[in-house]
């Protein structure tokens, strides 16, 4: 098979008739292959087309079958015009036979769209203008603007207004003159091309090149010269190559391809010109000549393929092609047309094709296959823009469903929500209230549950502060932690810290609404439910939009939360001391986090406290010298950003000195082998999200697992997940840091049996309550555990409610029934409060004893201890505190030893 795209067996029809089939030359075939070749627009760019020059014969004529071969396609036709040279109007001058092109092409004929023309018939109306010598030239403008305006769209006569009131006459006059003036001022507008968007084709003929349009400075002085008896002065063959390059024009842009615009690419097929009996001398000749030195001139290629007929072809060309030799003869052009248009040589767009007189053969007798434009990509149909637009449109409706209904939305009911969407489809921002509950995703039915009975509660305050006429504090606390962008199973609840230091909010928040409604000292707490974002990445927006709520809202005195320790957490805490908000972190405890902020408080004891106590415990207990460390950090973040982490490895570093004999970073998969029976101390240093891979890697050890595995206190979330404590080993107990052991169900218990720890007695009957936590703690036979964290954000809020109601009892002093004015307090001195009731005996928190200094957040001696848990996928039994350091409920200090 030739190179040809159409093999010659597409081109040959059913067996017709005697009297209705074409005797083609030899050759034929061939020369229609090429045709239908050069016919098809590619899908990608487009391609050079030549002008197709056939040699006539006694013999042979193809334009008869060339005509049927475009003019009776089955489906969609070629665009083609066909002219001839000897007959009119094809025999008058360029301008006519342009004239009849534009004719014929611009039918709606072919079974697609129109072609339009908008420079062409500009050019060639002006050629058709006549203004009048001897007037004044301001004159003739005018009469070629009227004109121009009027070819436009002709202004319908409309009488000015009269008659009516003076308003009606008024109103009638002004859109009288908007409807005279708006029209001229965009035609001025776009004939003066300094509007970019209006009048475009106006300013393409002061752009293209021919007859200088540069000398006339505007268009109108360029039309001038167009119009009849003012163009007598301009060079013919300019005016004839102007009329030319307009209407190659308008075929260029009749078939761009615009990505937005999907009927551009429906035109498939080039439109084709056949001119019969061109000489060099004729008209068609000259067409030819002006066609190729156009192209050659404008360096711009054109959509329209040439194929004329006649005798000679001129003198410049070379020996015609035979017709067998079409596909060759094309190649060869294609590939020299570069260096004949860099060197201008005249003739360079032509290729002649002869029939071959030394064909002795028969010739071909099969009829040709009438050609058809090919069918248009699906995705440009005409049905496409409105299956588009449904499609977009249910798109939308989707998106708008998955990702601000049920999972991200603002709300239309009132509350305080500000949310958004940000990367991988997190929902960034805050919610009071029910119309915004944040995570959706399946197995997290606790978090939002203890979301959902906070913003109950909140319309509970709310009432209760209405009911009390005012007359209660009423302080707002925002909650901001990590809510979003953890990939869990649906089983896995993988937001065990966040939903218990919510839940100790929340039993805050119920203990308030307990209080007795004579009570007009005692506060009432609105929690704000925020989420910064998976590892607190989008904290910084959070952070904006919880600065917006500060600033509308005086009742905003303080942030809780925060989860964990990163960089990103650290910018968080350095964006609200800007705002001017304290921030209380339950469980934050990398080292000088407090550096971030001069409005910090931290519940828990630092990482250099837990250091201290695991060497401790080291040496008094498991009587070890040796330790090997392991640390890991989350995927997508490194030892720099979890300053938890780093600020942990850094101190083990620096205690155990030459006694850390191993000091290595480990990661999902890697094998544990190596600790198989260690003796020393094996102490994990990582997030608990890696605690469940690192045990599945000891479980190579067999009968023979390291001695004493001790874990920092990351891992009380592993610990609070059943799900993922059921599949551990069951022969490696685990030794791991608790920042609340004086709060787990035990201790809570033992205190409510004493008679003489009212804070933890009352903390217990809260948790044990049927209507606030879900499902209730603590209860006798039940295995339901309370978590750290409940106590530690319980801690954290009841420390700023005692200091608002410390405030707001110094404002009542002169009169007790005042009503409170949140903006009587601000955050700061809620936060100087805070550390003034905490200086000296310190808060009795419900983990244990909150002392700061006055000039720093960080706890003094926090309680710490190590709980210990003999085999792990024993949910039932509760762990056993075997060591701790730290203060209790009395300022005494207290030896760090065995429990």
């Given at each position: 098979m030739?190179?040809?795209e159409?093999p010659k067996?597409?081109?040959?029809g059913?067996?017709?008739?005697t009297?209705?089939?074409?005797r ?13 070749r050069l016919l098809?627009?590619?899908?990608r ?10 040699v ?6 193809l ?11 089955p489906r969609?036709?070629v ?9 009119p109007?094809?025999a008058g001058?360029?301008?006519?036979l342009?004239?009849?092109l ?7 004929a ?16 002006l050629?058709h203008q ?7 030239a301001d004159?003739s403008?005018?009469a ?5 305006r009027?070819r436009?769209g002709?202004?319908?006569p409309?009488?000015p ?7 009606s006459i008024?109103?009638?006059v ?6 005279r ?10 004939v003066?091309?300094?509007v970019?968007?209006l009048?475009r ?12 349009p ?6 109108l ?6 119009t009849?008896g003012w163009?007598d002065?301009?060079?013919?063959d ?5 009329l030319l390059?307009?209407f190659?024009?308008d ?6 391809r615009?990505p937005?615009r ?5 035109r498939?097929?080039?439109?084709v010109?056949?001119?019969?009996h ?6 068609g000749g000259e ?5 190729g030195?156009v192209?050659t ?5 054109d ?12 003198p410049?060309?070379?020996?015609p092609?035979?017709l067998?030799e ?13 260096e004949?248009?860099?060197?201008r040589?005249?003739?360079a767009w032509?290729v002649?094709?002869r029939?071959d007189d030394?064909?002795t053969g ?5 009829g040709?296959?009438?050609f058809?434009?090919p ?6 149909r005409?049905f496409?823009?409105?299956a588009l637009c ?9 998106w ?11 709300s239309?009911?009132g ?5 958004e969407v940000?990367?991988r ?8 209230s029910?119309?915004q509950?944040f995570?959706?995703d399946?197995?997290?039915d606790?978090?939002r549950?203890i979301?959902r009975?906070?913003?109950?509660q909140n319309r ?7 009911r009390?006429e ?15 962008g ?6 896995e609840e993988?937001?065990?810290s966040e939903?218990?230091?919510?839940e100790?909010?929340?039993t805050?928040q ?5 209080e007795?409604?004579?009570?007009d000292?005692?506060?009432?707490l609105?929690?704000?439910v925020?989420n910064?974002?998976?590892?607190m990445i989008?904290?910084?927006r959070a952070v904006?939009m919880?600065?917006e709520?500060a600033?509308?809202?005086?009742t905003?005195?303080g ?6 320790s ?9 964006e609200l001391?800007k ?7 339950p469980t ?6 407090d ?6 408080l931290?519940?828990?004891a630092p ?9 401790a415990?080291?040496?008094?207990v498991?009587?070890?010298?040796e ?7 989350l ?6 950003e979890?300053?938890?982490?780093g600020?942990l490895?850094?101190?083990?570093r620096?205690r155990f000195g ?13 094998r544990?082998?190596d ?8 102490f ?8 469940d891979?690192?045990?599945?890697a000891?479980?190579?050890c067999g009968?023979?697992p390291?001695?004493h595995?001790v874990?920092d ?8 997940n ?10 490696l107990?685990?030794?791991?840091v608790?920042?609340?052991?004086l709060?787990?169900c035990a201790?809570?218990?033992a205190?409510?049996?004493?008679r003489?720890?009212?804070?933890r007695a009352?903390f ?8 606030l ?6 209860r006798p036979?039940s295995?339901?555990?309370v ?19 410390s405030?707001a ?6 009169d ?8 009587a307090v ?6 100087a409060?805070?550390?003034?009731q905490?200086a000296g005996?310190?808060?009795p928190?419900?983990a244990g004893?909150?002392?700061?200094t ?6 003094i001696d926090?309680?710490?201890?190590l709980?210990r848990?003999?085999q792990?996928p ?9 060591f701790?350091?730290?203060l209790a ?5 207290v ?5």
């Open positions: 030739r190179r040809s159409v067996r597409e081109l040959i059913q067996r017709q008739a009297g209705g089939r074409d083609l030359p030899a050759g034929g075939l061939e020369f229609f292959a090429l045709l239908a098809r627009r590619p899908r760019g487009d391609r050079r087309l030549p002008l197709l020059w056939l006539r014969s006694d013999t042979s004529d334009m008869t079958p060339l005509r049927r071969f475009l003019g009776q396609g969609r036709r665009p083609h015009a066909v002219l001839d040279a000897d007959a109007p094809g001058d360029v301008s006519a342009l004239r009849e534009h004719r014929q092409l611009s039918l709606e072919f079974g697609a769209a129109r072609l339009r023309f908008r420079h062409y018939p500009l050019a060639d109306w050629m006549s203004l009048t010598f001897g007037v004044d004159d403008r005018a070629l603007v009227r004109r121009l009027d436009r002709p202004r319908a409309e009488a207004p009269s008659g009516g009131d003076a308003v008024v109103s009638q002004l859109l009288w003159l908007v409807r003036a708006v029209p001229g001022v965009v035609f001025r507008a776009a003066s091309g300094r970019p968007v009048g084709h106006y300013n393409w003929f002061m752009r293209q090149q021919y007859l200088a540069r000398q006339s400075v505007t268009f002085g360029f039309a001038e010269r167009l009849a163009r002065g301009e060079q013919p300019q005016v004839n190559k102007l390059h307009a190659l024009e075929l260029r842009q009749a078939y761009r615009r937005w999907p009927s551009d690419w429906r498939t097929a080039y439109p010109l056949l001119i019969d061109v000489a060099p001398g004729n008209v067409l030819v000549r002006l066609v030195d192209r001139e404008t360096g711009r290629n959509p329209l393929l040439i194929v004329v007929s006649g005798g000679q072809p001129p410049e060309l070379p020996e092609h035979p067998t079409a596909d060759e003869a094309y190649d060869e052009w294609a590939e020299a047309l570069p004949m248009r860099r060197l040589r005249p003739a032509l002649a094709l029939p030394t064909d028969p010739p071909s007798r099969g040709v296959r009438p058809s434009a069918d248009p990509p699906w995705w440009s005409r496409l823009p409105a449904l499609v977009l449109v249910a798109a939308l409706g989707v708008v469903g998955s990702r601000w209904g049920p999972g991200c939305h603002p239309v009911t509350g305080r929500v500000s949310v940000v990367a489809g997190e929902c960034v921002g805050y919610s009071d029910a119309a509950v995570n959706n399946p197995g997290q606790g978090l549950t979301q009975r906070i913003f109950a509970a305050a709310e009432e209760v502060w209405q009390s005012r007359r209660r504090p009423f302080l707002t606390l925002v909650y901001l932690g990590t809510l979003t953890n990939l869990t199973r649906a089983d993988s937001y065990v939903r218990e230091e919510l100790g909010m929340a805050a119920y203990a308030l609404l307990k007795s409604a004579s009570a000292g005692a506060a009432l609105r929690i704000v925020a910064g974002g998976r590892q989008h904290a910084d904006a919880l600065a709520l600033s509308d809202d005086p905003v005195v942030v809780v939360g925060l989860v964990e990163r960089t990103s957490t650290a910018r968080a805490l350095r001391n705002v001017g908000l304290p921030v209380l972190a934050l405890s990398a080292d000088r986090m550096a971030n902020s001069r409005l910090y931290q519940i828990s990482n250099t406290d837990q250091v201290k106590m695991v060497d415990y080291a040496q008094q498991l009587k070890v010298d330790a090997h460390v392991y640390y890991t950090t995927e997508g973040s490194t030892l720099t979890d300053l938890y982490v600020t490895v850094d101190g083990l620096q030459l006694r850390l004999t191993r000091l290595e970073e480990w990661s999902t998969g890697e544990l082998t600790e198989c029976g260690y003796p020393g101390l094996l994990y240093a990582g997030r608990w999200t890696e605690f891979g690192f045990l599945r000891l479980r190579e009968g023979n390291p001695r595995l874990a206190d990351s891992v009380n979330r592993y610990m609070a059943p799900g993922l404590r059921a599949a551990a080993l069951g022969n107990p685990v030794t791991y608790s920042k609340a052991s709060a787990t201790a809570l218990r205190a409510e049996d004493r003489d720890d009212d804070a009352t217990l009957s809260w948790i044990q309550a049927d209507d936590l879900d499902p209730p703690r603590c036979g295995d339901h555990q978590g750290e964290r409940v106590s530690l954000a319980y801690d954290a809020a009841m420390m700023v409610i005692r200091a608002v109601e405030l009892a110094r404002l009542r002093h002169d007790p029934r005042r009503r409170w004015e949140p903006t601000n955050p700061v001195a809620v936060h409060e805070v550390l003034r905490n005996q310190g808060y928190g419900v004893l909150i002392r700061f006055p000039d720093s957040g960080v706890p926090k309680r710490l201890a709980l848990v003999e792990v024993d949910v039932a039994t509760a762990p056993v505190e075997v701790r350091c730290g409920d009395t300022t005494d200090p030896p760090c030893g065995p429990t």
